[in-house]
């Protein structure tokens, strides 16, 4: 069965400084690899994903992730964080052949500091 | 011009009441799904449906029925409210492998 894993429940960064949060995932097969972020009462919204190619994907708001296959990773990165970038993190796996059904890490709470 | 919308955003009410909450999707969207946040934000899929049919159908109690009148419309009900209900309920819609969230739905238990 598929699994994510997000090691870090809370992460605190200062503003200007860079945030780098981490997933881990299990899955038989090459799965479908997704970031999205929920705002203080907000829906989710998608950052980015992966699904075959170039390991290196960029997203919106400045973020970036990278996978690695052989540390079953996708780590989420942005280089300079702005106080808007305070939320939860979700990180997802899904398959191609389950209807899309997604499974979703615990999520990394961010708190930005001046 | 809202991609998924959800109604109502907040929902509070009694214990063993029934009640419903609607999910529209404007986006040609074949495949709609249910989701639910935990009090510990934890996300978990509860019904999935593909152009009005039931697709993926997660162990949710039977109090849960989700219909779905038309592939833009995905709606929750749920029977005999329980204090366990409590969370907020997510309605997505997919395309090429990519779900896009509505804004979600709080609803509290009394």
């Known amino acids: 069965a598929q699994s994510v894993t997000q090691p870090d429940i809370h992460i605190t960064v200062s503003e200007g400084a860079s945030l780098e949060l981490r997933c881990n995932y299990s899955?038989?097969?090459?799965?479908?690899l997704f970031w999205y972020v929920q705002s203080p009462g907000q829906g989710l919204q998608l950052l980015l994903k992966?699904?075959?190619?170039?390991?290196l994907v960029q997203g919106i708001k400045g973020f970036e992730a990278e996978f690695k296959r052989s540390q079953s990773s996708f780590n989420l990165r942005k280089p300079s964080v702005h106080w808007s970038d305070a939320a939860e993190y979700f990180c997802?796996?899904?398959?191609?052949?389950?209807?899309?059904?997604?499974?979703f890490g615990a999520g990394t709470q961010v708190v930005v500091t001046p | 011009d809202t991609a998924v919308s959800q109604t109502p955003k907040y929902l509070v009410t009694q214990m063993g009441n029934d009640k419903s909450i609607k999910c529209e999707q404007n986006?040609?969207?074949?495949?709609m799904y249910w989701y639910k946040q935990d009090s510990k934000k934890f996300l978990k899929i509860m019904f999935s449906?593909?152009?009005?049919?039931?697709?993926i159908n997660e162990t949710v109690p039977n109090r849960f029925s989700p219909k779905s009148p038309d592939k833009a419309h995905l709606n929750l009900h749920i029977n005999s409210l329980e204090l366990g209900d409590s969370a907020v309920y997510f309605c997505?819609?997919?395309?090429?492998?990519?779900?896009?969230f509505g804004p979600g739905t709080r609803l509290t238990v009394l």
């Open positions: 899955y038989g097969a090459t799965p479908y």
């Open positions: 986006l040609g969207h074949d495949t």
């Open positions: 997505a819609s997919r395309l090429q492998n990519t779900q896009y």
């Open positions: 997802a796996v899904g398959t191609a052949d389950s209807w899309g059904k997604l499974q």
């Open positions: 992966y699904f075959s190619g170039d390991t």
């Open positions: 449906y593909n152009n009005k049919e039931l697709i």
